[in-house]
């Protein structure tokens, strides 16, 4: 059974960390592109970061550039996106997806999809 798990969300204050965690299964993750996106209440869901099959190249959507930093772990099946200086305007639910393929901006050319984790920023 494909599947990816996020873990890792919560509350926290602004200029707080966290760090999100996707643990796939049922598919090998190495053939697979993986992004993280975002969706706050109201909002479209948006790409936050993608990385490469490999984990050569990543990519971070502007507003996340410096603050985050996305990794992963093909052995361990397990895709990682540490977020520093969080802000408010970061809360949203977190989903991560896999592609098989290069990464691509648009959230409909993912296969599979996680559940989602809650990341709330407030004082």
């Known amino acids: 059974q494909t599947q990816l798990v996020e873990s890792g969300g919560g509350l926290v204050q602004p200029g707080g960390s966290l760090s999100l965690s996707c643990a796939a299964s049922?598919?090998?993750?190495?053939?697979?592109?993986i992004g993280w996106f975002r969706q706050a209440p109201g909002k479209e869901r948006e790409g936050v970061s993608c990385?490469?099959?490999?984990?050569?190249?990543?990519n971070y959507e502007d507003s996340v550039k410096g603050r985050f930093t996305m990794s992963r772990d093909n052995a361990k099946k397990t895709v990682y996106l540490q977020m520093n200086s969080l802000k408010a305007e970061d809360t949203a639910v977190y989903y991560c997806?896999?592609?098989?393929?290069?990464?691509?901006?648009?959230?409909?050319?993912?296969?599979?999809w996680g559940q989602g984790t809650q990341v709330t920023v407030s004082s």
């Open positions: 997806a896999a592609r098989f393929g290069p990464c691509v901006g648009s959230r409909f050319e993912y296969a599979y």
């Open positions: 049922g598919f090998t993750l190495d053939y697979y592109s």
């Open positions: 990385s490469s099959r490999s984990g050569g190249y990543t």
